[in-house]
């Protein structure tokens, strides 16, 4: 009998048990049931032709199974334990992992599934087997406070360990991960928490551990890679003819996404020979086309004309070469407000990829959320922005938010509460503004408090220390009625403050002087003084003087001997100012000069209106 019948009388030709090789004096001895493949802790895939053909039939026992075949052993049969250590850390057997608990000791019990008493263990040194039931104690926390507990078997112990930190860095087998509140409530209810590691080589129904990940996987969904850009105008997924109608079509470019594998997702253009496919159009599921201006009613049926509105753009990556359409979801509902289509107010987006696509065949992925603007009356179908999906899960993509690319927010779509008592609530309102204006608030560096334009407007020190100015209420005779509100009056230059709802005090701009020279031989000219020396600049700005009789003249003059316009004085009392060197500084002494007289006046009776300025 050639090594060929042995092997596929044996029913061996995709695995081989490792742990049965025994390799020494220049041989290698396979000790296998007749009736069926043997199985260990220590599988790999082998093709029949590639390891038993490299040795010569020698010897064999055929009732008890065992062959030996002698030849020298090739470098590639010595890699095959390194391909056994894919399965280091593991049981081959399935097992159950449970909590007991007297009121006092919370136990973790252990046994294999198949209550054979025994779990085979792989480790990097080879198999072992670890005798079951066997149990340990792990560490209870409390009902409010429960205790993780880690539980494992080291490669160097073989023997059950718990840790409530962490998984150990060294080599194990992970048995389970456990929330353990107190004893007394896992003996009356149970753990809050139990996950068994279970890793095995086959499960009850004889499936494979492989076909469990890779199903586990591809549960998750299809995952995008590269490509899929838009390709249209200016880059975007539409081409657009202007016509009446408009043609929009999608096109993209090709792109990488993955199921389980690499798939190949090709370009799409709709102008030409691809198609796209609209998922959810009312009584038409599926329904295919080329133009989206064909598609002017929402998923409910009703009339998307006139109005913004998003369309949900996925793709399935199918089987290379295979159909691929770029799928449509349509929205529920659309809206005559641009912001509110962007925002997505009212819930309108459909991101739901189903499940054929998304959990079934991990085919599906999103591309693009695009926001339409149809116009009847040019019928007009318009792109007006683009929210970038892909690498989005559909939970991920709710709302118009887009995970994060959505940056404008209409003002009644959001408010802040408090984090202790929710019913206190602020929110924004940007009515106020003016139209096509937008308004930039910028924070200072520090902390404080918002003050208001009406209402409580906070208690504490305001520190203005900071501040180059501070502009206060002003105003043609503006209104203070309360105690401590400030304004100036702006008719006549007044600070004036209320000292209570009907009384206040004004501080004027200007101060006055009053001066009265009297001769009954008044000839040549006058110096009168303007009270000392100044204590602060100021400017002397008006006079209006009464003369007893006949005319005069009078003009300013300051230390240095300049002399301020001169003014003419008579009968009629009048204001007039003065507009030249009439400006004093600090410790000037400001004199008036009354000269020229005529026709015999006696006396002049004068009133000076003057500022002071900053200093």
């Given amino acids: 009998m050639d090594s060929h019948n042995i092997l596929n009388m044996n029913k061996l030709q995709i695995i081989a048990f490792i742990g049965g090789l025994i390799i020494g004096g220049g041989a290698m001895t396979v000790l296998m049931n007749r009736e069926d493949p043997p199985i260990g802790a220590g599988l790999v895939l082998i093709q029949t032709n590639q390891i038993v053909d490299s040795y010569l039939l020698n010897t064999g026992d055929t009732s008890t199974g065992a062959y030996t075949f002698a030849g020298q052993i090739t470098s590639e049969t010595k890699n095959l334990s390194n391909y056994a250590d894919f399965f280091n850390g593991t049981f081959l057997e399935a097992f159950d992992a449970t909590t007991t608990s007297d009121g006092s000791i919370v136990t973790l019990n252990l046994q294999d599934k198949a209550t054979n008493n025994a779990l085979t263990m792989r480790f990097s040194d080879g198999d072992g087997t670890l005798v079951t039931p066997t149990s340990t104690a792990l560490t209870a926390g409390t009902d409010a406070s429960p205790t993780e507990n880690y539980v494992y078997i080291l490669k160097t112990t073989d023997a059950l360990t718990v840790s409530t930190s962490d998984w150990p860095a060294t080599e194990h087998i992970k048995v389970a991960y456990l929330l353990v509140p107190s004893a007394t409530f896992v003996q009356n209810t149970g753990v809050y928490l139990n996950q068994n590691w279970n890793d095995g080589a086959m499960g009850s129904t004889n499936q ?25 105008d200016s880059s975007t997924y539409v081409v657009r003819t202007d016509a009446a109608p408009d043609t929009v079509t999608l ?22 020979s691809d198609i796209f496919t609209v998922v959810n159009e009312n009584g038409n599921a599926h329904a295919t086309g080329t ?14 004309s006139n109005n913004y509105y998003n369309l949900v753009l996925w793709g399935s990556a199918n089987k290379t070469g295979s159909l691929s359409p770029i799928k449509i979801n349509l929205p529920t509902c659309s809206y005559n407000k641009l912001a509110d289509a962007k925002q ?8 739901t990829i189903p499940d054929a696509f998304l959990r079934e065949s991990s085919t599906g992925f999103l591309i693009a959320r695009l926001t339409m603007d149809h116009t009847a009356a040019g019928q007009d179908l318009e792109l007006n922005s683009t929210v970038d999906l892909r690498g989005l899960t559909p939970a991920g993509a709710t709302g118009g938010t887009a995970a994060g690319n959505l940056t404008d927010f209409a003002d009644n779509t959001f408010t802040v509460f408090d984090d202790l008592d929710v019913t206190k609530i602020l929110a924004f309102q940007a009515s106020g503004i003016t139209t096509a204006t937008t308004r930039t608030l910028t924070i200072p560096d520090a902390n404080g408090t918002i003050a208001l334009t009406n209402g409580n407007v906070g208690t504490g020190v305001w520190d203005l220390g900071g501040a180059t100015s501070v502009e206060i209420v002003n105003g043609a005779s503006p209104t203070v009625n309360v105690a401590g509100e400030i304004a100036l009056d702006t008719t006549a230059n007044q600070l004036v403050i209320a000292t209570s709802t009907a009384s206040e005090i004004v501080i004027p701009n200007v101060q006055y002087s009053r ?7 008044w000839t040549g000219t006058t110096t009168l ?11 002397i700005q008006k006079v209006n003087c009464y003369l007893s009789a006949g005319t005069a003249k009078l003009s ?20 007039q100012a003065f507009t030249t060197n009439n400006g004093f500084n600090i410790d000037d002494s400001p004199v008036i000069q009354i000269g020229t007289p005529a026709s015999s006046p006696q006396s002049v ?11």
Avoid: W
């Fill in 605 to 615: 009776s004068c009133t000076l209106e003057y500022t002071y300025d900053r200093q």
């Fill in 208 to 232: 494979g551990h492989l076909s469990h990940i890779t199903e586990q996987l591809r549960l998750s969904g299809a995952v995008y890679h590269s490509g899929v850009d838009g390709n249209g």
């Fill in 515 to 521: 001066f009265h020279y009297a001769s009954s031989t």
């Fill in 529 to 539: 003084g303007f009270g000392g020396a100044t204590l602060a600049p100021l400017t």
């Fill in 344 to 351: 997505d107010t009212s819930g309108c987006d459909v991101f």
């Fill in 251 to 272: 096109k993209s470019t090709a792109g990488v996404v993955f199921q389980m594998h690499r798939q190949a997702y090709p370009a799409q253009d709709t102008s030409g």
């Fill in 291 to 304: 133009d989206l201006y064909n598609f002017l009613s929402d998923a409910d049926g009703d009339s998307m």
């Fill in 556 to 575: 300013l003059k300051d230390d240095a001997g300049n002399i301020s316009n001169t003014l003419a004085l008579t009968t009629s009392t009048s204001t």
